[in-house]
């Protein structure tokens, strides 16, 4: 069945054997005995791989569902037997300038429970991982998730004290600054508008970098003014790497929330992990 499985999701023997560590020769034979047991074909030959008859998909639909319940019963078992270890899956901006530094007072209040990081930007599917946390953006997650927000959140200007020695100046002379942003929050229109200056004025000098945590690096080596979430920079404002220029801040229409399997924010380390994560928000 996972030699059947394998070679009609990839359409060709070869690369099936490929995916299950095994000779051409080999997922040849499993599909035959199987077609054999069954009384029935379940692939067409092609010269450039392999095609389901009408029985084929049939059972390839049945397969796909049975070996998906199979990795997502796997993945559970994985997750139960790491009881004192909890698996957080977030944005490396959010990682690099907000969690990491935090993490120690975790570990000196809670040494028994381990913490993994999982950086991939992309959103993770709980469905087949054995990501336990989830720090994200907006709302409604879906009902077969726990949605807790955590944070509102704002963007803010700041820059280098290098770069601003007299400290907070008036919006028309930050726009004499070079203006720094990256890919995904642009927003100097908006801080413009709030600002009561013209879009020209703060978008003919931007320079885009790209991701929040580069952006953030380059504001403090003095390279520009940046608009950024105030949770991402609260470290470095309070060490003075970083002042902030002006009362105008563009308002966030997400919150920061925190999301884990629906029953799973009961469970020990989640739960302990939960209430930290509140409690160090609340310090915002």
Sequence with gaps: MQAFNAAATRSNLS???????????????????????????????????????DAGARLHLATQQAFAILEQGIVATRRTRKRRSIKISLSSSLAIKWLVPKL???RERHPGISVYLDTDDRLVDFADSDVDVALRYGGNQGSELYCERLVSERLILVAAPSLVPEGPIAPASITKLPLLHDQFHPYWDTWAKTAGLLEPDVQS??????????LIAAAIDGQGAILVRNILVADDIKAGRLVCL???????????????????????????????????????
Excluded: M
Aim: net charge negative; with cysteine; aromatic share 6%.
């Design 15 to 53: 690369k099936a054997a490929e995916d299950l560590g095994v000779t051409h020769g080999a997922v040849s034979r499993q599909i035959k005995q199987l077609e054999q047991y069954l009384d029935v074909a379940l692939l067409r030959r092609l010269p450039g791989g392999v095609e389901l008859t």
């Design 246 to 284: 002006s009362d105008v801040c563009v308002e966030q229409d997400r919150s920061l929330h925190f999301v884990c399997r629906d029953g799973d924010q009961q469970s020990p380390p989640i739960s302990v992990l939960r209430s930290w994560l509140t409690e160090t928000c609340s310090r915002l």
């Design 104 to 106: 120690q007072n975790f």
């Design 205 to 214: 000098r931007s320079s885009a970098f790209p991701d929040s945590a580069v």
